[in-house]
């Protein structure tokens, strides 16, 4: 059997560790590719998405109501994995010293390796100090996220009715009660902070625009008036809406309405030309759908808050947050990790803003008993350089992620890409480079100019499954950082 058909069996095999299989579907279709890669002894089946790959084989695995279905516990697997022999605390110095001294790494790389089962930390490189992490943070807000709302937990996009005065304007507080002077009514599109609502024609499992045009629609037709105007509602966000890095193809402006993340091309995931204004964006597809129903809709959308007092008209709701989290994480999606960030934000009652997701963050973290010391967020993605992250810190998030009395925490670690073969590890592990990595590593990947982070769990050769965080800052050459942390993860293979 080749290294790439083992370490797809492997990842098959810590895929139910890590769900089993769970709401994005996505342990499911790396189950199948395994069984495929298997059978026809040519090792990976196609990605989802590229050619020969089986149509649909990432779809979320559904409800009998048409929604994804939230992660099942996986105590049984996790119970199995650590049933494995643990090595021994002296012998991965002798393994990792040698890699971790390498002049690629820059000066005094960190690292962090423990064993999930018993917390036992069995490697520690300078492990209490805090660094620059890119987009590892992202581990740090999903764990936040997941603890606070749940892995079930749902993001709500409604359409508020909410009428203009009967002269056609609005009362002193900006509200009216909504009728025009040509029975006119506003509808309001309220935004709740869903990441990932889309407008495609195929919205795979995710809260859909033209659905919410739809069912407003339906919700119309016996009646009401006779033209319509549509406003939208982004208030429940605060502070800036772009974030610290400026304009960027990595995010959109932060605001909690859009649709597609407010890309300009047909991507779904990686860099692309974003809007300046998705919300706005969002609201005029949603007039245009609207139409598109027979909605007879005025052509000018404006910002406007909707009417307290107003009746939902209808709704979508995103799906579970455990799939959101396995999004962000296989993807490195930035614009789900600021959404999620301010989610945990709304559940602390801190300000919905990038201060206040961090301080939320940083607080649940808190609670959970993890070392924050040197630790700050600046951000929910880890884009923002004042982010600070320790490798005690990250191996601890996994840790949790990965206890079995936490089921909560588990899309942690079932969205983390898999060497060799899905997300931003999808090209980094195979047959000639770190084939002891294939399919038996997962990781958060984490680069900025400079900074090359990789943090994630492995399974050893007796089938211990361990958590890891190596660090670099100032390394000489990117390329080079991350080949080198690569093999750091490989190494652990054979602990």
């Given at each position: 059997m080749g290294a790439a058909v083992l370490g797809l069996l492997v990842a098959s095999g810590t895929a139910a560790l890590a769900g089993?299989?769970?709401?994005?579907?996505?342990?499911?279709?790396?189950?199948?590719?395994?069984?495929?890669?298997?059978?026809?002894?040519?090792?990976?089946?196609?990605?989802?998405?590229?050619?020969?790959?089986?149509?649909?084989?990432?779809?979320?695995?559904?409800?009998?109501?048409?929604?994804?279905?939230?992660?099942?516990?996986?105590?049984?697997?996790?119970?199995?994995?650590?049933?494995?022999?643990?090595?021994?605390?002296?012998?991965?110095?002798?393994?990792?010293?040698?890699?971790?001294?390498?002049?690629?790494?820059?000066?005094?790389?960190?690292?962090?390796?423990?064993?999930?089962?018993?917390?036992?930390?069995?490697?520690?490189?300078?492990?209490?100090?805090?660094?620059?992490?890119?987009?590892?943070?992202?581990?740090?807000?999903?764990?936040?996220?997941?603890?606070?709302?749940?892995?079930?937990?749902?993001?709500?996009?409604?359409?508020?009715?909410?009428?203009?005065?009967?002269?056609?304007?609005?009362?002193?507080?900006?509200?009216?009660?909504?009728?025009?002077?040509?029975?006119?009514?506003?509808?309001?599109?309220?935004?709740?902070?869903?990441?990932t609502l889309t407008a495609r024609a195929h919205a795979d499992g995710f809260a859909s625009l033209r659905d919410l045009a739809a069912r407003t629609a339906r919700a119309l037709k016996d009646g009401g008036a006779r033209s319509y105007t549509v406003a939208y509602d982004v208030s429940l966000y605060s502070g800036p809406r772009l974030h610290p890095i400026g304009p960027n193809e990595n995010i959109a402006p932060v605001t909690p309405l859009m649709a597609d993340e407010g890309r300009l091309d047909d991507s779904r995931s990686g860099p692309a030309a974003r809007s300046t204004q998705p919300d706005k964006d969002a609201a005029e597809r949603f007039r245009d759908l609207l139409r598109d129903q027979g909605v007879k809709v005025a052509d000018k959308v404006e910002e406007h808050r909707a009417d307290t007092g107003g009746q939902t008209v209808a709704a979508v709701s995103s799906a579970p947050l455990s799939a959101l989290v396995e999004r962000m994480l296989t993807y490195s999606d930035n614009d789900i990790a600021e959404?999620?960030?301010?989610?945990?934000?709304?559940?602390?009652?801190?300000?919905?803003?990038?201060?206040?997701?961090?301080?939320?963050?940083?607080?649940?973290?808190?609670?959970?008993?993890?070392?924050?010391?040197?630790?700050?967020?600046?951000?929910?993605?880890?884009?923002?350089?004042?982010?600070?992250?320790?490798?005690a810190l990250l191996t601890g998030l996994l840790a949790h992620a990965g206890d079995k009395d936490r089921p909560a925490l588990r899309p942690v670690l079932s969205g983390l890409p898999v060497a060799g073969f899905t997300g931003t590890l999808a090209t980094r592990y195979n047959e000639h480079t770190n084939a002891s990595g294939t399919g038996m590593v997962r990781a958060k990947t984490g680069t900025l100019t400079g900074v090359n982070t990789l943090a994630g769990t492995v399974v050893t050769r007796s089938g211990r499954l361990l958590a890891f965080a190596f660090m670099t800052q100032d390394a000489p050459n990117p390329l080079d950082a991350q080949a080198a942390l690569d093999r750091m993860a490989a190494a652990l293979t054979d602990a």
């Open positions: 089993p299989f769970d709401s994005s579907g996505q342990r499911v279709a790396e189950a199948r590719r395994a069984e495929a890669a298997a059978a026809s002894g040519t090792g990976a089946a196609p990605a989802p998405g590229a050619p020969g790959a089986p149509r649909g084989e990432d779809s979320p695995r559904l409800t009998t109501a048409g929604l994804p279905a939230p992660a099942p516990s996986a105590a049984a697997v996790l119970a199995t994995l650590a049933s494995g022999r643990a090595p021994a605390k002296n012998s991965l110095p002798r393994r990792l010293d040698p890699l971790l001294d390498k002049p690629a790494l820059g000066e005094r790389p960190t690292a962090s390796v423990v064993d999930v089962a018993s917390g036992t930390v069995l490697y520690d490189a300078h492990a209490d100090t805090a660094r620059t992490p890119a987009s590892v943070t992202k581990l740090a807000t999903a764990v936040a996220a997941l603890d606070s709302l749940g892995a079930d937990h749902r993001i709500e996009t409604k359409v508020v009715g909410a009428k203009d005065d009967e002269d056609g304007k609005d009362d002193d507080e900006g509200q009216g009660d909504g009728k025009g002077k040509d029975d006119e009514e506003r509808l309001t599109l309220v935004g709740g902070g869903d990441p959404g999620l960030a301010r989610q945990t934000a709304l559940a602390a009652h801190e300000p919905v803003s990038f201060d206040g997701g961090g301080k939320a963050t940083k607080a649940r973290l808190d609670r959970l008993g993890l070392p924050l010391d040197g630790a700050r967020f600046a951000d929910g993605s880890g884009l923002d350089r004042a982010d600070r992250l320790t490798p």
